[in-house]
């Protein structure tokens, strides 16, 4: 077991709403970072938190936006939902930047009708 | 832009097969690439990294090559069992590219008949 959770396992919102992802990272990890998977395609980089500062960003709108609290846990917000926002969000947690492996959590699967 | 790709997108073998997944990606300036495993609907469960100065990396049944020169990896499967079933996934991070940065393949979907 990886220990990095994620919440909640399924959510079902409508276009326009916003949501609220939360990671749990694995004991002692203080890096984590957020992927979008869409059905049939690999993982693309949200961003990443270190410490609490955001760390670097991928293509993704400013409407994604992301927090990293003091005890390393995370939360992805997405305001104005959007139909292709539909996907499964995993955060992944590691140590201090290191190149190393990150342990990924199960994933969040929101579906926006 | 760097950009990985996997060969084939689906593959179907029975129990006791050995195989080959393929991956791909365009810019050799590479620090890094894993492959994952991902059940269904399930979180990545990292299977092997091949550092950049590494030729191979195995672990059991699994053995991982890098080609950095021609941007190829390779993920051996020795004799494939049912519980193989699985999407595997190639992913490479980039020189300059935070950690996070990760840049993956579409994977390839694996079924292991009984």
């Known amino acids: 077991e990886t220990g990095v959770t994620q919440s909640p396992t399924h959510l079902i919102k409508t276009r326009g709403q916003q949501v609220t992802l939360r990671c749990s990272s694995q004991?002692?990890?203080?890096?984590v970072s957020w992927y979008q998977q869409a059905l049939g395609q690999g993982p693309q980089f949200i961003f990443q938190?270190?410490?609490?500062?955001?760390?670097g960003r991928g293509n993704f709108p400013p409407r994604f936006s992301g927090l990293q609290f003091p005890n390393y846990s995370s939360e992805l917000n997405v305001n104005a939902l959007e139909l292709d926002d539909s996907a499964l969000y995993l955060c992944?947690?590691?140590?201090?930047?290191?190149?190393?492996?990150?342990?990924f959590g199960p994933g969040t699967r929101l579906t926006v009708l | 832009k760097q950009e990985v790709t996997q060969i084939p997108a689906a593959l179907s073998v029975p129990e006791g097969e050995n195989l080959v997944l393929n991956c791909s990606f365009t810019?050799?300036?590479?620090?890094?690439l894993q492959w994952f495993r991902q059940d269904p609907g399930k979180g990545l469960t990292s299977l092997l990294l091949?550092?950049?100065?590494?030729r191979e990396q195995t672990s059991g049944r699994l053995n991982a090559s890098l080609d950095k020169s021609s941007g190829r990896s390779t993920l051996y499967i020795a004799a494939s069992q049912p519980g193989d079933s699985a999407t595997y996934l190639c992913?490479?991070?980039?020189?300059?590219?935070?950690?996070?940065?990760?840049?993956f393949g579409k994977g390839t979907k694996l079924s292991v008949k009984p």
């Open positions: 992944a947690s590691s140590l201090d930047l290191e190149v190393s492996t990150q342990y």
């Open positions: 091949i550092q950049s100065s590494q």
């Open positions: 992913a490479v991070l980039n020189y300059g590219g935070s950690q996070g940065n990760l840049i």
């Open positions: 938190y270190y410490r609490e500062e955001e760390n």
């Open positions: 810019d050799s300036a590479i620090y890094n």
């Open positions: 004991s002692g990890h203080n890096t």
